[in-house]
């Protein structure tokens, strides 16, 4: 498709994983990134992989990456009440001026106590 | 330092008005955006700008007019704007407008949220 497309609502309960995937559409995409946007305030970069990587970890966050199928997975462990929020990945796509980013719809994450 | 800054974080406005949002980052980055973004959807490009000159503008109607004045400064200049144009404006930054590299990655503003009334 021409869309990066994710879904859109995910509730999990508090101390649960929670696992926000998203399907992208340029396999030449150099870097990935997710993104989370708390209510009412800007987008906050989380982390990025590189598309040669199957996978990184940073603290409570795993990115999977599988390229053959342009899948793209965020892994929250021990997920909290702070986690709450939209969670939008991106993928940059080439044209005539460089590299544009192209957004999800978004994640909304609910987490429940 | 990863921070890009916005002001005003609210803009209530008429119309008939003329107002200007503002955008500020000081860590070297030479490629600034606008964003528009509606309530449960992702942002939306607007203008691109790279070394101070518009590289991109996603037909944006003209009664949006952004400027870059330097190489920390975005603003974009807002005139008889309609009820639609209400969102949330994103401004973001990145080292540069190159294809392919780290360099891509973009630091966003908290956002002014724009109320036309």
């Known amino acids: 498709g021409e869309d990066v497309e994710q879904s859109l609502f995910l509730s999990v309960r508090e101390g649960d994983s929670s696992v926000i995937n998203c399907t992208y559409t340029?396999?030449?995409?150099?870097?990935l990134y997710w993104y989370k946007q708390e209510p009412g305030a800007g987008l906050q970069l989380l982390t990025y992989i590189f598309s040669n990587m199957d996978m990184k970890q940073d603290q409570r966050l795993t990115v999977l990456l599988n390229k053959k199928d342009k899948h793209l997975s965020l892994r929250i462990a021990d997920t909290q009440t702070g986690d709450s929020a939209i969670y939008f990945c991106a993928e940059t796509k080439s044209d005539n001026y460089g590299q544009n980013f192209v957004f999800g719809p978004g994640t909304r994450l609910s987490v429940l106590p | 330092d990863t921070e890009v800054t916005q002001t005003p974080k609210h803009l209530v406005m008429g119309m008939t008005n003329k107002k200007s949002l503002k955008c500020e980052q000081h860590?070297?980055?030479?490629?600034m955006y606008w964003y528009k973004q509606k309530a449960k959807k992702p942002p939306e490009l607007m203008f691109v700008?790279?070394?101070?000159?518009?590289?991109i503008n996603e037909s944006v109607p003209s009664r949006f007019s952004p400027e870059c004045p330097n190489s920390s400064l975005l603003n974009l200049h807002l005139h008889a704007l309609q009820p639609e144009d209400s969102a949330l404006y994103l401004c973001?930054?990145?080292?540069?407008?190159?294809?392919?590299?780290?360099?891509?990655?973009?630091?966003f503003g908290p956002g002014t949220r724009l109320t036309v009334l």
């Open positions: 340029d396999s030449s995409s150099t870097y």
């Open positions: 860590m070297g980055h030479r490629a």
């Open positions: 973001a930054s990145s080292q540069g407008l190159i294809a392919g590299g780290l360099r891509d990655t973009q630091y």
């Open positions: 700008y790279s070394y101070e000159k518009l590289s």
